[in-house]
């Protein structure tokens, strides 16, 4: 099979020249072609794998930061009662005060 080959090779010396040229292209070709049907697949998976945890996070930032306004509304509500609380019984203990005084 060598003696083939050399033979043939020595009757064509550019087929020489472009098997020597292009060899380490082909070489690395071949390697990259190897590599990305071997480690393509489960890269693949894990992006889609890290994709869908991103989504899953980004989602419930958006609930977390949903129920944080849904708080603040609702301490707003509740500072406002506690507020009309607070002058109601001012206004019940001024009433009282002053109408304890006025009859003695």
Same mark, same amino acid.
């Given at each position: #099979? =060598?003696?083939? !080959?050399? %033979? ?5 010396? +550019?087929?020489?020249?472009? *098997? ?16 990305? $049907?071997?480690? /393509?697949?489960?890269? *693949?998976?894990?992006?889609?794998? !890290?994709s869908q945890n ?5 989602? =419930?930032?958006?609930?977390? !930061? $949903?129920?944080?306004?849904d708080v603040r509304? %609702?301490?707003?509500?509740? /500072?406002?009662?506690? $507020? +009309? #609380?607070? +002058?109601?019984?001012? +206004? ?7 109408? =304890?005084?006025?009859?003695?």
């Amino acid at each position: #099979m =060598a003696t083939v !080959l050399l %033979t043939l090779l020595q009757g064509q010396p +550019e087929l020489l020249a472009q *098997i020597v040229g292009w060899g380490p292209g082909v070489l690395v070709m071949g390697g990259f072609m190897f590599l990305a $049907n071997r480690w /393509a697949g489960p890269l *693949i998976q894990s992006h889609q794998a !890290l994709s869908q945890n991103v989504g899953e996070l980004v989602f =419930a930032v958006r609930v977390r !930061l $949903n129920q944080d306004d849904d708080v603040r509304g %609702t301490l707003r509500v509740l /500072a406002g009662s506690v $507020n +009309e #609380m607070r +002058e109601d019984l001012r +206004e019940h203990l001024s009433r009282r005060d002053g109408g =304890a005084t006025g009859a003695g």
